[in-house]
């Protein structure tokens, strides 16, 4: 049976659940999750993006980056798997806690189908973004690539994938919109790159037209994605907060 988090007044069997419940019951789901189906998740992001600071660190900095992109490379292609095999066993994990049915896991099926699909989203979810329109139902399907238990045989491994993707499409595009981290990513970039570089190519630009630009670029950043800016100003106040604390403790002190 289903756990009480879930709202089954909330399902309408030809339209599916709303964002908002869909939000909702997902967030629900996560504070009821033990710690260690959490620790799982840790485990297997933590290492990447610890190597993808680390990797882009070195490629700036380092004057012998050259002679180890090759190495550098493959540990982190090799660390971007572990983390989507993570996430995978991860979500079956949460999958299990929410039905309380266990089912068995065959982790080499499971590299095998994260290592063939995963890869190509750095080239296909770029474009789509670009274009805009497909985004949503290409993020949907990489997504469903890295939470599902596919059953499915090689051949008909696509279609499932798809067939999934393709369904409910109202609430995926508005999840999308409201916590998709890349249109977050694409927001704070254009907000702090965008603005000087104006400034560079027009000198000559008037203050008021400068502060103009700058909040049209804010504006189009929230709106893009709302959640994702709020979390992003949240965590810049904080980092703010504490920067400016360990500055002023030495002089209270002294």
């Not at 508005?174 to 998709?180: D, F, G, P, Y």
């Not at 027009?202 to 950043?221: D, E, G, K, R, Y």
């Amino acid at each position: 049976p289903l756990c009480t988090m879930v709202n089954t007044k909330t399902f309408d069997p030809q339209h599916g659940r709303t964002a908002a419940a869909l939000i909702d019951e997902s967030g629900q789901l996560l504070r009821s999750a033990p710690a260690g189906i959490l620790c799982l998740y840790f485990a297997a992001a933590v290492p990447f993006t610890a190597g993808l600071v680390l990797f882009w660190t070195i490629m700036i900095r380092s004057s012998h980056s050259i002679w180890c992109s090759a190495a550098a490379a493959l540990v982190l292609s090799l660390l971007f798997i572990w983390m989507k095999i993570g996430q995978n066993l991860y979500c079956r994990q949460l999958s299990q806690h929410l039905t309380g049915r266990r089912d068995a896991v065959d982790i080499w099926r499971t590299a095998c189908v994260q290592t063939a699909i995963h890869p190509t989203g750095i080239l296909t979810l770029p474009i789509c973004l670009a274009i805009a329109l497909p985004y949503g139902w290409a993020c949907a399907f990489y997504q469903h690539a890295t939470a599902l238990n596919i059953r499915a045989s090689d051949s008909k491994l696509l279609l499932e994938l798809r067939q999934h993707a393709m369904k409910w499409p109202l609430q995926n595009h508005a999840v999308t919109w409201l916590l998709s981290p890349a249109l977050t990513i694409i927001g704070i970039c254009a907000i702090m790159i965008m603005p000087p570089l104006m400034r560079l190519i027009n000198p000559a630009m008037p203050l008021a037209l400068q502060v103009a630009t700058s909040m049209v670029f804010i504006v189009a950043a929230v709106l893009g994605s709302p959640i994702g800016m709020l979390m992003s100003a949240n965590f810049a106040a904080a980092l703010l907060l504490l920067s400016q604390t360990g500055c002023e403790s030495p002089i209270a002190s002294g």
